[in-house]
């Protein structure tokens, strides 16, 4: 009878391990809302655009996870690509937190990536302009203010390495085309978790 519970009891907890690594495994490769960028620079953005060279911007959550992985591949696009774009990183700040919350180790992270300029973005107001929703938004904008790219840069959540994104961004920085145009968000929501 001992046999039996003991067997009984190592089932339930395979089942349950095995369930519990299928959660984390669909949450990893589900991805997040793609920004409903227009396909041109907002005029209303008060970040500045540059006109001799490519901007690139992305979106960030300074409390999510996720990020960390979307920040050391934009490490990766600027350290790769031979043409240097304008390179913003955007960190909400909610009005309903104190002052400092968004200088997150994510922050400090973004400010040591060579070239980048770290803009807090109180209630997410820029993120709205550019259409963004979801942490790790990038988006690249030629020197005219069309858009060449929309999407994240890592494969899943939280996981750095070779992927679609990166590729592309230093594809369309260097030689002007890519295979790709958009890809898939991997991070946290922008908005809801500022709430909670």
């Known amino acids: 009878m001992r046999a039996v519970w003991l067997w009984a009891i190592g089932g339930v907890w395979l089942a349950s391990a095995v369930a519990g690594l299928w959660v ?26 540059v006109a001799d060279r490519p901007t690139l911007i992305l979106l960030a959550h300074p409390q999510c996870t996720c990020t960390r992985a979307s920040l050391a ?89 070779d992927n679609a994104g990166r590729t592309s961004l230093i594809a369309l920085l260097d030689h002007g085309t890519s295979l790709r145009r958009s890809t898939s968000v991997f991070g946290c929501s922008l908005f809801s978790r500022a709430e909670s």
């Open 24 to 49: 984390l495994l669909v949450y990893e490769n589900k991805p997040g809302e793609n920004a409903h960028t227009k396909a041109h620079w907002p005029t209303e953005s008060r970040l500045a655009r």
């Open 73 to 161: 591949e934009l490490g990766e696009v600027l350290g790769r690509a031979h043409t240097q774009p304008k390179t913003y990183v955007l960190f909400l700040k909610p009005s309903q937190f104190f002052d400092g919350w968004e200088q997150s180790d994510l922050w400090r992270t973004a400010a040591s990536l060579p070239h980048v300029t770290v803009v807090r973005d109180d209630d997410g107001v820029e993120a709205e302009r550019f259409g963004a929703v979801t942490s790790g938004q990038t988006m690249l904008y030629d020197a005219k203010g069309e858009l060449l790219f929309s999407g994240g840069i890592t494969g899943s959540r939280g996981h750095a390495g």
